[in-house]
């Protein structure tokens, strides 16, 4: 009898000596989700963000101070992939507003994270101009997209100084600019502040030679001297072409008239009259001699008129 049980003593002593000599084994996630060295957390991800917002997560297995980074073998779904997306890496981005959970998966550990995505108010405004030589003259009327991941998520028109105006809810976006007789164009931006960088348009089918601008008086409005009632330019063009009048100081008075003169070396002239921003005329161009350009204003209340002109030909 004394012998078994000093034979059960030293079977255990030799059973409790072999555990000390090896090393704890790393806590692994097919073992049960119920001991507290089995959790998987997610670090990184804010409870709230704004649209736009892109950050990396990481994923934990254990409690703290012996939690190990499982992250590269993490598998990460979005519950609403079109509001916030995730990739393979962990990166998150928030596209859209709404609520959504991000899912981490490690062997049979899981876990859900929600998030939710708020919108930005930003009010952003900015200028349509014409590419070089004549980036003074701005485009009016030109349709202004905002785009973001294929979605419009603000739309404006040019007024007459060319400037688009409004909120976004994103500071990221793609520009989609057109107008009948330019080639459209497509920029990303990013509001940083109110004001967002020009956009520049080409004219289509034709070449820009030069712009000319000044100003011009009412009659009986201004004083004396202060500005010509009649604004002359020579034409440098010896070949068919056109011009286009813009007015920058522009009234909504449909009563005010801006009239241009195209004059020829035999007498012969076109007159146009200008109550919009936008014209455009042919020159009726003969034996290649120069014309000339005559601008006036025609005003019961305003005492002069600015003006920016472009001289052009067919490409």
């Not at 921003?277 to 290649?288: C, K």
Request: hydrophobic content about 45%; overall charge negative; some cysteine.
């Amino acid at each position: 009898m004394r012998l078994r049980r000093l034979l059960a003593v030293v079977v255990v002593t030799l059973l409790a000596v072999s555990g000390c000599g090896r090393a704890p084994a790393a806590p692994d996630a097919t073992s049960g989700p119920s001991s507290p060295l089995l959790s998987l957390r997610v670090v990184g991800l804010p409870a709230s963000l704004t649209i736009g917002d892109r950050v990396r997560v990481s994923a934990f297995l254990g409690a703290d101070p012996g939690a190990v980074d499982v992250s590269a073998d993490t598998t990460w779904e979005s519950s609403a992939p079109g509001i916030l997306s995730v990739d393979a890496s962990g990166w998150v981005e928030a596209l859209e507003k709404g609520s959504a959970s991000l899912r981490a998966a490690y062997r049979s550990a899981m876990i859900d994270v929600p998030a939710e995505i708020a919108p930005l108010s930003v009010p952003v405004s900015g200028i349509v101009r014409e590419t070089a030589p004549t980036t003074d003259l701005v485009v009016a009327g030109a349709d202004v997209v905002a785009m973001s991941h294929g979605r419009e998520v603000a739309r404006a028109t040019t007024d007459a100084r060319g400037t688009f105006a409004f909120t976004l809810d994103r500071r990221v976006v793609d520009l989609a600019v057109e107008k009948p007789g330019y080639e459209p164009v497509s920029v990303r931006t990013e509001a940083s502040g109110a004001s967002l960088p020009d956009v520049f348009l080409s004219p289509v089918g034709v070449v820009v030679e030069s712009a000319i601008s000044g100003r011009v008086c009412a009659p009986y409005a201004c004083p004396r001297g202060q500005y010509p009632p009649v604004a002359t330019f020579p034409l440098p063009i010896h070949h068919d072409g056109a011009i286009r009048l813009q007015v920058l100081e522009w009234t909504h008075d449909h009563n005010e008239r801006v009239y241009a003169t195209i004059k020829g070396c035999s007498g012969e002239s076109v007159r146009i009259t200008a109550p919009s921003l936008d014209l455009s005329a042919p020159i009726p161009v003969q034996g290649g001699c120069l014309y000339r350009l005559e601008i006036s204003f025609l005003s019961g209340v305003y005492p002069y008129c600015e003006f920016l002109i472009r001289l052009q030909r067919p490409s």
